[in-house]
């Protein structure tokens, strides 16, 4: 691992709780074994994986405020839903704080918490390594999903949208609308 890695390293685990930061290190490198499996570029993959959460710090609050300070707009749903604004503060972040100027890392991590119609692979890869990175704690489908990822990354995204969508209903929370598209999308793999 170059420097790069460990200099950036040093720097979140300065800004994120334990948790958060062992919870990224896990995404990265579960996040390079995607990319090894799907033949994507494993050097965006590491990067992406460990950058997805650099806005993740401080309440959801306090990342509104960074937000409105750095001129980030924000959308109805994601002032509803907090728990979305750091995936746009963390892409702005990686590229203003964190020195990362490409663009298809810097939209992995804007699309890490809900996906969207079309991905990349790299976004899926981000998507997906999230979900299931081997310090989640085991919920309804993981396995499934796990499994998927390695064989079939785009039913691996329908299965996770379809378990947050699921997720959220029963806990009478909201849902964004662009991870209802993302299932629609994807909803045609989720059988294969």
Known sequence: ??????????????????????????????????????SANLHQAMLAGLLHDCGKYGTSKEQIERCKEKEISLTDAERMMPSLVHAKLGAYLAEYEYGIADDEILSAIRFHTTGRPEMTLLEKIIYIADYIEPGRREIPGLSAIRAAAFHNIDRAVALSAKGTIEYLNTAGKPIDAMTIETYAYYKKEETK
């Open 1 to 38: 691992m170059d420097e790069r890695y460990l200099e950036i390293q040093t720097l979140l685990k300065k800004n994120l709780k334990k948790e958060r930061y062992e919870h990224t290190l896990g995404v990265m490198y579960t996040a390079a074994s995607l990319a090894m499996c799907h």
